[in-house]
Each structure stands twice: as C-alpha cells, then as structure tokens.
C-alpha cells in the first residue's frame, strides 16, 4: 500500500487549552478482535468476463469461480458482494443450471440443489452489474478540469475488490485469475500477469484479456483502463512495463520510474529470489492515492510524474522502490489476515531505504531510517498499539504503509 502514514486515522484533538496530547488507544475498547476467517471453499481460479462502461459509470458481466469444497458436503456458500451490485444469475456445475441465490448487505448467499464434496471441481458462474461507489473508480474530464485523462481503476486493499467482483475477498485465499475486460475504443486495459488476447469489436469497442497463472490474494487482483501510452525495459527476459495516460511524454514517465530495472536487479541480489512474476507493470493513474503493489502490475499515482524543474529537489524512488518491494513481500508471500500487514509493509518500508544505500549510499540510508524512526515515535506518542495488532476496523489497517 501506499505512502499514507498512520497518523491519518487519528482523531482531531480537543479545542482546548494547549496541554501535551494525551495518548489515544489506536482502537476503541469495543473494537471486536479479529480473527482469521475459516473458509467454507478453496476457490481456485476467478475468470472474469466484464464491460467497463466510462459512459454510465457501470460494470456488468459474469464471474466465475472454480472452486473445491473444504466441507463434507458443501451445501451453500457465502460470496462478499458490494451492496450496488445487482446479481440477475447465478449458475452451477458444466450445464449453468441455475441456483438459488440472496444478497443482503455486502453478502451474496448461494444454495446449492445438491452437496459438493472435496473431490469435487465446480464452477460457480455469477451474472451482475452495477456502479461500485467503492473499489472501482471513474475519472472523467469535467467543466472544470477538461483536460483531465479519463481513466477507471480500480483499488483491492483491504477489503474493496468485492464491491465490483463478487468474490471470496479475504487474504487467505489465493486464486489464478483470467481478466476478460471490454472497454471503448480509444482506452486500453492493463491487468494481472500475461496480455494473452486483444480483440477490436463491432460494436467500436475492445477486449484485452490478461491471465495471471501465479496465485495472488484477491485484494490484488487490479484493473486499470485509460488511453495509456507504454515505454518498455527490460531486466534479462522480464518485461518492465511503464504505463501512463496520453498526456504524459517518455521522458517524464523515466524520470519517475526509470530506475526501476536497477531496482529489481537489487531486490534479486539482496533477497536471493529473483522477481517472480511474468512482467512488471506500473500504472500512473489520476486521482490515485500513493502507491498500489496489486501483483505484477502496480498502479501509482500520477502526481509523482515531477517535471524537469521539480525533479531538480527531489525524486520519487522511494514510491517506485516500495511497491516493487511489495511484490516479493506482499504478493509473493502475504498475510493470511490483516493483523499481520505490518510484515507487507515492514519489509516494503526498509527495503526502500536499502535501495537508496544502493543508489546513494549510506548517509541516505540512514537519514531515510531515521526518518522512519520519527515517523514511528510520532505515531506512538498518539497512540500505543502492538505490532500485532488484531483490534482494528479496516478502513485504519488500510491505511498503514
Ligand atoms: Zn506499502
């Protein structure tokens, strides 16, 4: 996640006499504990065959999970499913016969005609549409920013990803992903994992079709549409991808991200692990919020794009270094729950700094760790939690770097 910092989700002080703050539990008291959640199905696979229409602000389409039941007899199953979401099907098994289905709040309830047992493979096909308010995003030009690039992306951590794609959305999960998405001619689609297919349709739109075969956490799972254009590296065989809207010329998109092979080569030294997946992309997207590791395909956001006299005073490594950080920690492995995302941003947020040591020595290191310190006894003079922290609401977890 990205560069947002704790301090954030602290309340406003008082109005008052200055007094020293007094320091505020970072939960209240009937915070419920949180637990892992036990799951009823192992999904396998997420293949979503959906138009995004910049038009109406909508999406609509069909998902469908392959999934094994973890039970004896799996009778039924509970999906999270975003409240705007209206689901009009849901099919069961190689014939779609349909089944039984409710949605109340952000849950869509399934009951099967028959159990599933372990053994068993099935493909649960869900048909729906909807504007999300949350998890996808539409940016458009309006009378006051005409020139602003339209773009659609959407935003998983923590929990958000189900509000447009019904779906288990729970890190301890994992699920290859086949991302089937229609759009308007001029704007492209940028995913999870390989482009496997691009189609123009009649009708004057596009289809793009990205296939992830790693397993990825569904909060991971991304898309993004705008009309990009590309500039390519590459660190042996791997693809290093930089996307940015149409606005944006190559010289401003590498002064941003340009370091990014050297980066990957380091993060390949220093953890032993060579970069994981197929490709990787990064996504400069308007009116995005810092920095997002979704797996193989990171959206940042565009106002890190410094101009010539900008990047005079300063640069914005840290951000590129951080999410491309998340992908071995983060992606590659994550939390089971949430209580845990200290480790995703722990190891993002010093492996950073090790790149700057790498880049521009030891003084930046410890100038950039030192910063992290002060950063961190602020946070505590406010507040004083575990590091494993299991009291929280998820709107704050999502905010820690
Ligand atoms: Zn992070």
């Not at 705007?84 to 098994?93: E, Y």
Request: glycine share 6%; net charge negative; hydrophobic share 35%.
């Amino acid at each position: 996640m990205g560069l947002a910092a704790l301090t954030a989700i602290a309340q406003t002080p008082p109005a008052g006499p200055v007094s020293p703050p007094a320091r505020r539990p970072f939960a209240s008291p009937d915070t419920p504990r949180q637990t892992e959640q036990i799951r009823e199905a192992d999904i396998k696979h997420i293949k979503a065959e959906l138009v995004l229409d910049g038009q109406k602000q909508e999406v609509r389409g069909m998902v469908t999970h392959t999934l094994s039941p973890l039970h004896p007899y799996l009778t039924s199953l509970d999906l999270d499913c975003g409240p705007k979401l209206k689901v009009s099907r849901v099919a069961v098994g190689p014939h779609a016969a349909a089944c039984k289905f409710a949605t109340k709040g952000e849950k869509l309830s399934i009951t099967f005609d028959k159990p599933y047992r372990p053994n068993d493979t099935v493909d649960l096909a869900i048909t729906y549409s909807g504007s999300p308010e949350s998890g996808l995003h539409f940016v458009a030009p309006d009378p006051a920013n005409p020139e602003k690039p339209l773009a659609i992306w959407t935003q998983g951590e923590a929990e958000d990803n189900h509000h447009w794609l019904p779906c288990y959305d729970y890190p301890n999960n994992r699920v290859t992903t086949e991302m089937i998405i229609t759009v308007a001619h001029p704007l492209s689609v940028v995913s999870n994992g390989a482009l496997v297919d691009t189609k123009e349709n009649c009708d004057g739109t596009r289809t793009f079709h990205w296939k992830m075969d790693q397993p990825l956490s569904t909060y991971l799972i991304t898309l993004t549409a705008s009309e990009f254009v590309s500039f390519h590296d590459r660190v042996g065989n791997l693809p290093v991808d930089y996307y940015v809207t149409k606005d944006v010329d190559e010289a401003t998109a590498r002064r941003f991200m340009g370091k990014t092979p050297a980066m990957i080569r380091f993060f390949n030294d220093k953890t032993g692990q060579t970069y994981p997946y197929c490709k990787y992309a990064q996504i400069c997207l308007p009116e995005f919020g810092g920095g997002m590791e979704n797996t193989s395909a990171t959206s940042m956001t565009d106002a890190a794009l410094l101009d010539e006299i900008e990047a005079l005073e300063s640069d914005e490594d840290e951000l590129v270094a951080h999410e491309l950080a998340h992908q071995w920690f983060g992606a590659l492995m994550t939390c089971k729950d949430w209580s845990h995302i200290w480790l995703n941003e722990g190891f993002a947020s010093y492996f950073d700094p090790l790149f700057a040591e790498h880049d521009k020595g030891v003084d930046e290191f410890r100038h950039r760790m030192d910063g992290e310190l002060k950063s961190y006894l602020g946070n505590d003079r406010m507040y004083r939690c575990p590091i494993v922290e299991t009291r929280y609401k998820l709107r704050w977890i999502c905010l820690t770097r």
